[in-house]
């Protein structure tokens, strides 16, 4: 029977994918104690990167935003895969880090981690508001335009 959680992500018309393998020496998710510490998650769609470049130049600030919501998708499911499948474990999203590949002068990073952040808060409610960081650089992996990280609490 499907949870609570898996049934928002349904009425979204959201599918979370298969947690990604990580793409160098190191894990996707870490356990500690009751907190996930998720690996920075980059916009792969169906298993190929999408939105690679710059945001203020190849994208804009929406289709960051788009860009984010997808590194969130990711996040979920490695934070799915360290619940065993049960996202009704999650106790609460309790930080995003966002790093957007931006132009000089860019400065709307948090509106396009906001995609992340409205994410996070559409799929788990109360339990998805969390705090975050949002910051612009001159390059990321693979040239991805967004990539974001995570620590959530789970039961």
Excluded: W
Excluded at 10 to 25: D, F, I
Excluded at 41 to 53: I, T
Excluded at 81 to 91: E, K
Aim: contains cysteine; charged residues 15%; aromatic residues 8%.
């Amino acid at each position: 029977m499907a949870g609570i959680i898996d049934a928002r992500i349904a009425e979204l018309g959201l599918t979370v994918p298969e947690a990604a393998a990580p793409a160098a020496n190191y894990v996707p998710y870490t356990v500690s104690g009751n907190l996930v510490y998720v690996s920075g998650q980059v916009p792969f769609v169906d298993g190929q990167l999408a939105f690679q470049g710059k945001v203020g130049a190849d994208f804009s600030t929406e289709e960051g935003a788009e860009c984010a919501s997808i590194c969130a998708l990711n996040i979920i499911a490695q934070v799915k895969a360290a619940c065993g499948g049960d996202l009704d474990r999650v106790v609460r999203c309790v930080k995003l880090g966002g790093f957007v590949n931006c132009v000089d002068g860019f400065g709307e990073q948090p509106q396009v981690i906001n995609g992340a952040s409205n994410l996070m808060v559409d799929v788990f409610g109360d339990k998805g508001r969390h705090a975050r960081f949002a910051v612009g650089t001159n390059a990321l992996p693979m040239n991805v335009a967004v990539e974001i990280d995570a620590i959530f609490e789970i039961s």
